[in-house]
């Protein structure tokens, strides 16, 4: 008792960090805006200056909304995924999601190279990456879907995703290879990840995906909780163990597609937070973590957006790089200090 409830006060504690680096996120930028107006502006109230309402309202504040959404829905995937395969490696992409919806976006943008100038003028439109990315990703949900379901080793679904994900860089690579570096360059602009492009509309289908997507992980805690001492203790406990690879993998893919197909590849943080948060919260039962979890990805990734968009600057830099060059310093050291893994 004594232990849930030091586990509820982080808890609070961690849902308060969210608002107060929210704020952060939106107050700081190319043009630095007080928090007071801030949340001025949120509250419907006047500001000291138009244009700050009309930057936070129609800028920042879809792009730390997506920010929460993209980190949040990160992180649970990749508890998840290490719940499932019992891998503390294991992260939101490693079914090669990511892998499907880079390989939908290189054809848009490199097809033209190999099946002609006519073929990428009939795809390149507005919402063209966006379908593209979601359709690799759903193609290669399918197939791991229909691989989870004949097969009742979990590992081999695992080799499976990486299989999947080598033969998706494959084609992507022979698309690169024949495409001019102004097309090569768009495809890797893509591939860094951008949070600040997204339309009131864009976050509000983000946001439906993110909601079915947690809802399916809550719905799985239960079963998750009797997987961490093994498949065969989970089918003694009455678990279906099929029933319950299927809602894990079809969570994961509402989360990681839609932000990989809005947001781009967004890398570690699906990887790292679930480690981050056991060493705050030293729980293996998942209706503590899961939402820890949607906790602590949403601030790392609000932590990492104020970083890349260089506050007092015209200039951002790549989200990807900021996740990586921040996160795992601070994953590496926590381990050191802790000097095992909490799983």
């Given at each position: ?87 503390p ?21 490199m ?16 919402w ?27 590992m ?48 509000s ?6 909601f ?25 406990l ?47 039962n ?50 050191v ?7």
């Amino acid at each position: 008792m004594l232990n849930q409830q030091k586990y509820s006060i982080a808890l609070v504690f961690l849902f308060l960090a969210v608002i107060l680096t929210a704020l952060f996120n939106i107050s700081l930028g190319s043009v630095n805006i007080p928090i007071s107006e801030v949340t001025a502006s949120l509250f419907g109230f006047e500001t000291e200056k138009e244009t700050w309402k009309y930057i936070i309202l129609n800028y920042r504040l879809p792009k730390a909304i997506t920010a929460i959404i993209t980190g949040s829905g990160l992180a649970v995937s990749g508890l998840l995924m290490q719940t499932l395969f019992r891998n503390p490696l294991a992260g939101p992409y490693v079914l090669g999601l990511s892998s499907g919806a880079s390989l939908g976006v290189a054809i848009v943008l490199m097809g033209a190279s190999v099946f002609g100038a006519t073929f990428g003028a009939i795809l390149l439109s507005e919402w063209s990456l966006v379908i593209a990315s979601s359709l690799g990703s759903l193609l290669v949900m399918f197939a791991v879907i229909l691989a989870s379901v004949r097969l009742r080793d979990t590992m081999a679904i695992l080799i499976i995703g990486l299989m999947f994900a080598s033969l998706t860089a494959a084609i992507v690579s022979v698309l690169a290879y024949f495409s001019p570096a102004s097309q090569l360059q768009q495809y890797v602009f893509w591939s860094y990840g951008s949070l600040g492009n997204l339309s009131w509309e864009e976050v509000s289908i983000l946001s439906v995906f993110w909601f079915l997507g947690i809802l399916t992980s809550i719905r799985s805690i239960k079963n998750l909780n009797s997987l961490l001492l093994g498949e065969q203790y989970a089918r003694s406990l009455g678990t279906n163990i099929n029933r319950n690879r299927f809602m894990v993998i079809i969570a994961t893919s509402l989360l990681a597609g839609s932000i990989t197909a809005f947001a781009g590849p967004i890398a570690f943080v699906g990887l790292a937070v679930p480690h981050l948060v056991r060493q705050i919260i030293p729980s293996s039962n998942h209706i503590t973590l899961v939402p820890a979890v949607i906790f602590g990805g949403a601030i790392l990734m609000l932590i990492c957006d104020t970083i890349a968009q260089l506050p007092g600057s015209e200039y951002s830099l790549p989200i990807n790089a900021i996740t990586s060059l921040i996160g795992a310093p601070v994953v590496i050291w926590l381990l050191v200090r802790k000097r095992k893994f909490n799983f």
